[in-house]
T-cell receptor, first 116, second 115 residues
C-alpha cells in the first residue's frame, strides 16, 4: 500500500499564474477528498468525489478553483489565476466506500502552496 | 451546522506527564467522533474513533470517551513521550446521509513533549 500520493510537495508561484496540484488515491478507494489547511481557517473540505463523480463542491472558494477526476487513479485541483490568499497546504485524502468509522480517510502528505 | 471546538494550544509537557486535550462538538443527531494526529510534514492519520454515546476509543495509549450529555470527546494519555509531539485534531462526521461522508475538524492542538 503506497498510500495517497500528492505532487508536488512544494509549489511557489507568482500571483496570476495557474497552479495544478495532483493526487493519486489508494487503489480500490471509491472516495477522494480535497482539503485546504491554513492557520486562520484550519482544515476545510473543498470538494469530494465518489467513483470519479464530484458529489459536493460547496467548499470550493471561488470559480478560480476547479477539480477533476478523469479516472479512479488520478485527480487534479487547479487554481487559475492564483492569488496570495490561496497560500496554504492542500491535502488529498481517499477512502473506501462505507461509513467513515469503518472506512477512514487516508491522507497524503500535502502540497504546500506559496503564492507571492 | 456541525462544529467542533478544541482546546487552544500550544501545549507543552514534560515526558511522562498526563495529557488532556479538550474537545466539544455541536451536531444534530448522533455523529461519529474521531481524533486525528498530524506529525510534522505529513498528512493526518486516524488515531481513534467512537461511534455512539459512552463508546471509548483507544490506540497507542491514547483514549477518548464519547460523552453525549456534555457533547465532549476529550483526548487523554497517561504518560506522554517525545514521539507524541504532533498536532491533534478532533473531528466529527454527521449522522445524515449528506454529512456522513464529510469530516468537520476542530482547529487542531499543537503538542510538544520535552525530554
Amino acid at each position: 500500500d503506497a498510500g495517497v500520493i500528492q505532487s508536488p510537495r512544494h509549489e511557489v508561484t507568482e500571483m496570476g499564474q495557474e497552479v495544478t496540484l495532483r493526487c493519486k488515491p489508494i487503489s480500490g478507494h471509491d472516495y477522494l477528498f480535497w482539503y485546504r489547511q491554513t492557520m486562520m481557517r484550519g482544515l476545510e473540505l473543498l470538494i469530494y468525489f465518489n467513483n470519479n463523480v464530484p458529489i459536493d463542491d460547496s467548499g470550493m472558494p471561488e470559480d478560480r478553483f476547479s477539480a477533476k477526476m478523469p479516472n479512479a487513479s488520478f485527480s487534479t485541483l487547479k487554481i487559475q489565476p492564483s492569488e496570495p490568499r490561496d497560500s496554504a497546504v492542500y491535502f488529498c485524502a481517499s477512502s473506501r466506500k462505507g461509513q467513515l468509522t469503518n472506512s477512514p480517510l487516508h491522507f497524503g502528505n500535502g502540497t504546500r502552496l506559496t503564492v507571492t | 451546522g456541525d462544529s467542533v471546538t478544541q482546546m487552544e494550544g500550544p501545549v507543552t509537557l514534560s515526558e511522562e506527564a498526563f495529557l488532556t486535550i479538550n474537545c466539544t462538538y455541536t451536531a444534530t443527531g448522533y455523529p461519529s467522533l474521531f481524533w486525528y494526529v498530524q506529525y510534522p510534514g505529513e498528512g493526518l492519520q486516524l488515531l481513534l474513533k467512537a461511534t455512539k454515546a459512552d463508546d471509548k476509543g483507544s490506540n497507542k495509549g491514547f483514549e477518548a470517551t464519547y460523552r453525549k450529555e456534555t457533547t465532549s470527546f476529550h483526548l487523554e494519555k497517561g504518560s506522554v513521550q517525545v514521539s507524541d509531539s504532533a498536532v491533534y485534531f478532533c473531528a466529527l462526521s454527521g449522522s445524515s446521509s449528506g454529512s456522513a461522508r464529510q469530516l468537520t475538524f476542530g482547529s487542531g492542538t499543537q503538542l510538544t513533549v520535552l525530554p
